[in-house]
């Protein structure tokens, strides 16, 4: 089975050096979607504006398949 990395990167950057086995890049997907809800649920209020948050997903190669990142910006007066 193909290992799939992720990334986190908000504050500081959080590497994943264990990566996980997963079937295919759709089962990828769906492990980062779930890993987002879950990361940002945990952030609990600590998400500032200027301070953005993102998730990379790599392949045994380091390359980049997926990135979902939430900007954190005020809003223009």
């Known amino acids: ?3 799939y990395f992720f990334h986190v990167y908000h504050d500081s950057p959080s590497r994943d050096d264990v990566g996980e086995e997963l079937p295919d ?3 990828a997907w769906k492990e980062a979607t ?6 940002l649920k945990d952030l609990d209020g ?3 504006p200027g ?3 993102s998730l990379e997903v790599t392949d045994a190669k380091a390359k980049i398949l997926f ?10 007066n």
């Open 51 to 53: 301070h953005d948050w």
């Open 67 to 76: 990135k979902l990142v939430i900007s954190a910006e005020y809003a223009p």
């Open 34 to 39: 779930a890993i987002a809800g879950e990361t």
């Open 25 to 27: 890049r759709h089962a």
């Open 1 to 3: 089975m193909p290992l």
């Open 46 to 48: 600590t998400l500032k």
